[in-house]
T-cell receptor, first 115, second 109 residues
């Protein structure tokens, strides 16, 4: 597609359930990022993938959060045993390559609501 | 740790130039200044970036002071669709993007 695609756009779940959020980056982009944005707050970095290198997981808030990127393209962010504080918009971004002159392209996000 | 300081909000009249300031007094020599904006309910959108020279593209102009301790993003003819949160970000080549709280720019009709 022309841009970064995320699905679902909205997800409502019950506390304690697992959820999976999907990101389709722009074709050919080697770098992929996950951020989350709580209501009225700035963006919080979660995890970063670059090609086949080991991901930078330094932003993941707990071991309930994990992400993978299969075949260097599609990425899935998984949240296990969801808590109410996980409610936020989860944003995915991709770029051609990390470094100077890097431009990130963001998807529209997944709004996660944990009841 | 915030590398940039921006006013929390600004107003601008439609059709006028919007000038958004950003202070980055601790910027180092290899760090770039990036601007992104986030329109309500959308993901952030890249606007422009620069190292030390002024830059212009179809969206905006970026003016960086000679000492690089501050910069100004200029939207030359603001429209209602430019109402958004504008983020000024300083980063080196190997760093990720760290978003602060930005400036909420409101374009008034």
């Amino acid at each position: 597609g022309a841009g970064v695609s995320q699905s679902p756009s909205n997800k409502v779940t019950e506390k304690g359930k697992d959820v999976e959020l999907r990101c389709d980056p722009i074709s050919g982009h080697t770098a992929l990022y996950w951020y989350r944005q709580s209501l009225g707050q700035g963006l919080e970095f979660l995890i970063y993938f670059q090609g086949n290198s080991a991901p930078d997981k330094s932003g993941l808030p707990s071991d309930r959060f994990s992400a993978e990127r299969t075949g260097g393209s599609v990425s899935t962010l998984t949240i296990q045993r969801t808590q109410q504080e996980d409610s936020a918009v989860y944003l995915c971004a991709s770029s051609k390559n990390r470094g100077r002159n890097e431009k990130l392209f963001f998807g529209s996000g997944t709004q996660l609501s944990v009841l | 740790d915030a590398k940039t300081t921006q006013p929390p909000s600004m107003d601008c009249a439609e059709g006028r130039a919007a000038n958004l300031p950003c202070n980055h007094s601790t910027i180092s020599g290899n760090e770039y200044v990036y601007w992104y904006r986030q329109i309500h309910s959308q993901g952030p959108q890249y606007i422009i970036h620069g190292l030390k020279n002024n830059e212009t593209n179809e969206m905006a102009s970026l003016i960086i002071t000679e000492d690089r301790k501050s910069s100004t993003l200029i939207l030359p003819h603001a429209t209602l669709r430019d109402t958004a949160v504008y983020y000024c970000i300083v980063r080196g080549g190997a760093d990720g993007l760290t978003f602060g709280k930005g400036t909420h720019l409101i374009i008034q009709p």
